[in-house]
T-cell receptor, first 115, second 112 residues
Framework: KAGVTQTPRYLIKTRGQQVTLSCSPI?????VSWYQQTPGQGLQFLFE???????NKGNFPGRFSGRQFSNSRSEMNVSTLELGDSALYLC??????????????FGQGTRLTVV | AQSVTQLGSHVSVSEGALVLLRCNYS??????LFWYVQYPNQGLQLLLK??????LVKGINGFEAEFKKSETSFHLTKPSAHMSDAAEYFC??????????FGGGTRVLVKP
């Protein structure tokens, strides 16, 4: 079955602009989580959406937001971009039911460069 | 609060030698633990997971890890390194919810 699809793969934006990243989870998965990966801070959790509701949120400013649609596809938005927002943004898909069978499947990421 | 510490940001091994990557965790609840591998400009691929069943967990590509509660450790090993093992490896912890907390990563270099 198809894996997690993130679009676009690469993006260059200017400071002050906003950006929207997209993630299509594995078919049947209802949970989508977003992570930011930078050389300095490593992998940090942004937020998780389950059945169109934000279920968990990391410690990021309000410029970072997300949403999930009824087909489980998710978007994250970053407004008023700063140079420090340059990162690899990873999306993870899981069934959302947790338990012993929990597995998170990651997309290839979107590389955002802010200039 | 949960945290994951990976000892050694870089490890260099010779092809055919043992690979040992160290991971220690802190969790207020029984954790689920994972090892992921990341190749350049790629996402994360799950190597193996511990979810409170057997403490010795076998994963893909010949990797295994042992959960030691008394040492709060979940070290990753592979008996014989292959050139294709050169990548970055991340230990991760899941406590409540689906949030993963990651260690800082260990980059593995394999020398011929």
């Amino acid at each position: 079955k198809a894996g997690v699809t993130q679009t676009p793969r690469y993006l260059i934006k200017t400071r002050g602009q906003q950006v929207t990243l997209s993630c299509s989870p594995i078919s049947g998965h209802r949970s989508v989580s977003w992570y930011q990966q930078t050389p300095g801070q490593g992998l940090q959790f942004l937020f998780e959406y389950f059945s169109e509701t934000q279920r968990n949120k990391g410690n990021f400013p309000g410029r970072f937001s997300g949403r999930q649609f009824s087909n489980s596809r998710s978007e994250m938005n970053v407004s008023t971009l700063e140079l420090g927002d340059s990162a690899l943004y990873l999306c993870a898909s899981s069934s959302g039911t947790g338990g012993l069978n929990f597995e998170a499947f990651f997309g290839q990421g979107t590389r955002l460069t802010v200039v | 609060a949960q945290s994951v510490t990976q000892l050694g940001s870089h490890v260099s091994v010779s092809e055919g030698a043992l690979v040992l990557l160290r991971c220690n965790y802190s969790s207020s609840v029984p954790p689920y633990l994972f090892w992921y591998v990341q190749y350049p400009n790629q996402g994360l691929q799950l190597l193996l997971k511990y979810t409170s069943a057997a403490t010795l967990v076998k994963g893909i590509n010949g990797f295994e890890a042992e959960f030691k509660k008394s040492e709060t450790s979940f070290h990753l090993t592979k008996p014989s390194a292959h050139m294709s093992d050169a990548a970055e490896y991340f230990c991760a912890l899941k406590a409540a919810g689906n949030k993963l907390t990651f260690g800082g990563g260990t980059r593995v270099l394999v020398k011929p």
